[in-house]
């Protein structure tokens, strides 16, 4: 088991820690699973399988970090303010 610090867009934007794949290992080269093509009956590609390889464990991840998401207007506003925080200038 190798960890490995990587940024994750799913299911949300976060800092994880994550098993990897054996870069030496037999069975998947190091790319984490196998690729299996598959046809239907008339022998016509229909459609990819991905074996993952049992040297790592892709299921096995820990969340450091959320990151928020990258979003538009939030120029006009202070993301670390505290929460509630008005700009409009009392009257
Ligand atoms: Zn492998």
């Known amino acids: 088991m190798r960890l490995r610090i990587k940024v994750d867009g799913w299911p949300r934007r ?13 069975d998947c080269r190091g790319e984490g699973g196998t690729e299996h093509h598959y046809g239907d009956h008339t022998g016509e590609y229909a459609g990819t399988d991905w074996d993952v390889c049992p040297c790592w464990d892709n299921t096995r991840r820990l969340v ?24 409009e200038p009392p009257f």
């Open 64 to 87: 450091l970090l959320p990151l928020p998401q990258r979003r538009r207007h939030t120029a006009d506003r202070d993301p670390w303010g505290p929460a509630g925080y008005s700009d």
């Open 14 to 26: 976060a800092l994880v820690l994550t098993d990897t794949p054996r870069p030496n290992c037999p």
